[in-house]
């Protein structure tokens, strides 16, 4: 009964490849959400969808696409991945855009060698 | 622009002592302020919130009390447990119309010896 849930939880993978990293909530929740923690603990958001649609779209590369075939559902896909991209890869929803609370899923940990 | 300030850490204290975790923002309106906390390998949770001056929100014996004159809203606990070993992040949203982000600080990592 995972609420926001994340796959893979555990990413390791080799510069100059494409990744993806799937969300899911079970919360009937109309927005959602990816944010960036990088090795500091240091939390930003990157994207947020409301109702399949892209609402914020924060200084983030190119290489960098979310999509959401539905409203439950906000994957990041991320190409040629960089050194720098290793971070850990936070989802999270809410009920409406801007509504405060928001709940996070587990996180992605992904290593770029 | 909108930003949140905590106090670096890490901090460490014995099982029992009080805990105070400094925290300021800047907004241009009036933001809803929040405390998350992750533990160890997990995301993060929300501890508490208060979205008005003078506000206190609580939740497991911790609480903060929002407040607009010193832009502030520290986070408290009497009496800490081993188990509030974890990393406890500000936040702010401030809704523009209906959008609005959340808006971290950097986070405080607290360690509680036995």
């Known amino acids: 009964d995972t609420a926001v849930s994340q796959t893979p939880k555990y990413l390791v993978t080799q510069m100059g490849n494409d990744k993806s990293i799937k969300c899911e909530q079970n919360?009937?929740?109309?927005?959602m959400y990816w944010y960036k923690q990088d090795s500091k603990k240091f939390l930003k958001i990157m994207f947020s969808y409301n109702n399949k649609e892209l609402i914020i779209n924060e200084t983030v590369p190119n290489r960098f696409s979310p999509k959401s075939p539905d409203k439950a559902h906000l994957n990041l896909h991320i190409n040629s991945l960089e050194l720098g991209d290793s971070a850990v890869y936070f989802c999270?929803?809410?009920?409406?855009?801007?509504?405060?609370?928001?709940?996070f899923g587990p996180g992605t940990r992904l290593l770029v060698l | 622009g909108d930003s949140v300030t905590q106090m670096e850490g890490p901090v460490t204290l014995s099982e029992e002592a009080f805990l105070t975790i400094n925290c300021t923002y800047t907004?241009?309106?009036?933001?809803?302020l929040f405390w998350y906390v992750q533990y160890p390998g997990e995301g993060l949770q929300l501890l508490l919130k208060?979205?008005?001056?003078?506000d206190k929100g609580s939740n497991k014996g911790f609480e903060a009390t929002y407040r607009k004159e010193t832009t502030s809203f520290h986070l408290e606990k009497g009496s800490v447990q081993v188990s509030d070993s974890a990393v406890y992040f500000c936040?702010?949203?401030?809704?523009?119309?209906?959008?609005?982000?959340?808006?971290f600080g950097k986070g405080t990592k607290l360690s509680v010896k036995p």
């Open positions: 999270a929803s809410s009920p409406q855009t801007g509504t405060e609370t928001q709940y």
């Open positions: 936040a702010l949203i401030l809704l523009r119309g209906s959008q609005g982000n959340l808006i």
């Open positions: 208060a979205t008005k001056a003078d």
């Open positions: 919360l009937g929740h109309d927005t």
């Open positions: 907004a241009t309106g009036y933001p809803s």
